[in-house]
């Protein structure tokens, strides 16, 4: 036990490292819009892709989506219906949206998860939900050692909805819905490192039409 709460005192000090010099570059970069500021520390990106690169990850999400996966322990099966497959992290289009978000946080692109398509069609939705990992489940093991926590979540959307598809922020009290090509960001941690409450959030059903998104998650060290 004592080696694990070890492990998890250095990740918490990362993070807090991380979290503080990320905010900072954030809340310098003119282009960035302050959406919550508060408990949950919610930022926006208008036309952060374009709509060439939107259309091209729509069809790289078709050629790879499969039924989500889940932390069953966490939400149960229901609780994430949608279709999601990552993309090829080698290839040269990915890699330089992920340059570019890498330095929009300033941070070494191994930090970030490979970037992941997710495609919502009518009736499709993700649960209210955290992206930080719950330290006390088996699953830890395993993130502990390849890469850590999750510090940041990065969402871009990448299309038009009809109808539903936002991404909602209950305790914040916060709505968010579909806009091509803007991006959506929230740190996962509080300033000392430890998971944050207030970043719950939910993709809601979609009524009419179908949404598709990427995000990708970067952790407090390298992941792997």
């Given at each position: ?14 993070l807090s ?50 039924p989500s ?21 080698n290839d ?133």
């Open positions: 036990m004592a080696k694990v709460a070890k492990i998890d005192e250095t990740n918490r000090k990362q490292a991380m979290n503080s010099a990320t905010l900072a570059r954030i809340r310098a970069d003119d282009s960035v819009q302050v959406l919550s500021d508060d408990g949950l520390q919610l930022f926006g990106i208008p036309d952060f892709f374009s709509a060439e690169e939107c259309e091209r990850l729509m069809e790289m999400i078709d050629m790879v989506a499969r996966p889940v932390f069953q322990v966490d939400y149960g099966r229901q609780a994430r219906t949608s279709f999601s497959g990552d993309l090829n992290h040269p289009f990915v890699r330089s949206l992920h340059r570019r978000m890498d330095d929009l946080l300033g941070v070494d692109e191994q930090f970030g998860e490979t970037l992941q398509g997710q495609r919502y069609e009518v009736g499709q939705e993700f649960k209210p939900h955290h992206d930080w990992f719950d330290t006390s489940q088996d699953y830890w093991k395993g993130d502990v050692a390849s890469g850590g926590q999750r510090a940041w979540t990065l969402m871009v959307y990448l299309n038009e909805v009809e109808e539903g598809g936002n991404t909602d922020f209950p305790k914040a009290n916060i709505s968010v819905p579909p806009q091509p090509g803007t991006l959506i960001m929230w740190s996962n941690v509080l300033a000392d490192g430890k998971p944050n409450m207030d970043t719950l959030h939910a993709g809601t059903p979609v009524v009419k039409g179908v949404k598709y998104v990427v995000t990708r998650w970067y952790r407090g060290r390298r992941w792997y």
